[in-house]
Structure formats: C-alpha cells, structure tokens
C-alpha cells in the first residue's frame, strides 16, 4: 500500500516549486493542496480528484488576512482529518502553515523545502516550521548557517 502524502503550498512562486516535485506523486497515494484563485484552477484537471483548495489570502490584503487565515485553519483541519496524510511535503507559506502544525499534533512527519527564492534570510513560515520539522531542507548552501540543522538538497528546479 502507497504511503499516504500532502503536498501543500499557497500558489504562485511556491507551487512552481512544489510541482517541480510532481513526478514524485505516482509514487504515494498523494493529495495537492493550494490556494484557490484563477492561477490554480486547471489543477484540478491535470490532476483530478486530487487537489483540494484553500482560500486565497496574501498578507497584502490586511483588512481579509485574519478572516482568510482564521478559516484556512478550521478548512484546514477538516481537510487534515479526511486526508490523514503520514507525510506533509511543502515549499510554504503561510497556506502551509497551519496544516504542518496541525500534521505535528496528529503524527504526520513533516518535510519542509525552503523557498529558493531567499538566498540570504529566513522566511516567516521557515522560521516556524523549522522548530519541529522532520527534515528541513535548504536549497542554497549559505542557507546552512542560518538554519543549522537543515539539509542542503540542491536546486528543485
């Protein structure tokens, strides 16, 4: 039996990455979670009956943000329980976040990529996770210093 593995990012430069790991899904009984919003949708096509989605909400848009978080908590946990994932693989952000804590609690081993977008400094959502990650990977070497424990895994693109 396929182990059972989440993978989860909010959309935009951190989907792009967490899809560059696709050829991985045939491997596991897999799920796709991502915010919804008009970039995404066509996943749900390219990968039918596997994609479940979050509200889209940037911290950009303040007056939302707290709303958007708040009920991508409680969507998050429903989705959490139905899925039961025995693995959570993300590439972040803060779509992911609460669905790795949430995994924490429940078991789930939790792998993080940190964004290949930041070189020098950390990200918010690498900070927290970083604390209780299984493995947590970094995809520039000088990333290293700043999170000691990580792994350095390379490029994903």
Not at 23 to 29: Q, R
Not at 114 to 135: C, H, Q, S, V
């Amino acid at each position: 039996m396929k182990k059972k593995v989440m993978f989860i990012s909010s959309a935009g430069g951190h989907l792009s990455e967490l899809l560059q790991l696709s050829p991985l899904f045939s491997k596991y009984d897999y799920t796709l979670i991502t915010e919804k919003c008009s970039a995404t949708t066509y996943l749900s096509k390219k990968y039918p009956q596997k994609v479940s989605y979050l509200f889209y909400g940037t911290k950009d848009h303040l007056l939302t943000y707290p709303f958007k978080l708040l009920a991508n908590c409680f969507k998050s946990l429903y989705l959490y329980l139905k899925i039961r994932p025995e693995f959570i693989v993300t590439t972040g952000t803060h779509t992911a976040g609460p669905m790795c804590c949430l995994g924490k609690i429940f078991g789930s081993k939790i792998i993080y990529i940190e964004t290949f977008a930041n070189i020098e400094t950390k990200t918010a959502t690498g900070r927290l996770i970083y604390l209780f990650a299984d493995l947590f990977i970094v995809q520039w070497p000088n990333m290293l210093k700043l999170y000691k424990k990580a792994q350095y895994g390379g490029w994903i693109y």
